[in-house]
């Protein structure tokens, strides 16, 4: 019999699924100029309200939200994996598994060359990382 999963753990799922599309819409809105400049002339080379073209270039808070606790949970496995050396072999195998279309675990814990209750454990680690990062524990 398997062990019963937590209520967020499909959440979180769900959230490292969006990971790719989030930062790509990140990117185009940091891209592209929002505002036009506000003198009375019309002319000008720069923007006019500085704090009105910085909201418009972020993502809704829920979404900025997802993304920082991604990237704080990376920054974590970092630091503490750092001395084990599998830091990059976690990054590898959630990377394979949620930010790739159609990405299963089992199949990465083959192209990481770990064994498939390693790359669970792996897994759950960073998981309970998100997952507290987005305060559901």
């Known amino acids: 019999m398997s062990k019963p999963r937590e209520p967020w753990w499909t959440y979180v799922k769900n959230v490292l699924r969006l990971r790719p599309k989030l930062e790509e819409e990140l990117r185009d809105r940091r891209s592209m ?27 809704p808070p829920r979404q900025m939200a997802y993304l920082n606790a991604i990237c ?53 680690e960073f998981f309970r990382i998100v997952a507290r990062e987005l305060k559901l524990l």
């Open 33 to 59: 100029s929002v505002t036009t400049s506000y003198k009375a002339s019309g002319r000008g080379s720069g923007t006019g309200r500085k704090t009105e073209s910085a909201a418009l270039k972020e993502l």
């Open 72 to 124: 704080t949970a990376e920054k974590e496995t970092k630091r503490l994996h750092r001395r084990d050396g599998t830091a990059k072999t976690r990054l590898d195998l959630i990377e394979k598994t949620y930010y790739v279309p159609d990405g299963k675990l089992q199949k990465a814990a083959d192209e990481c060359y770990i064994s498939y209750p390693t790359a669970v454990r792996y897994q759950g």
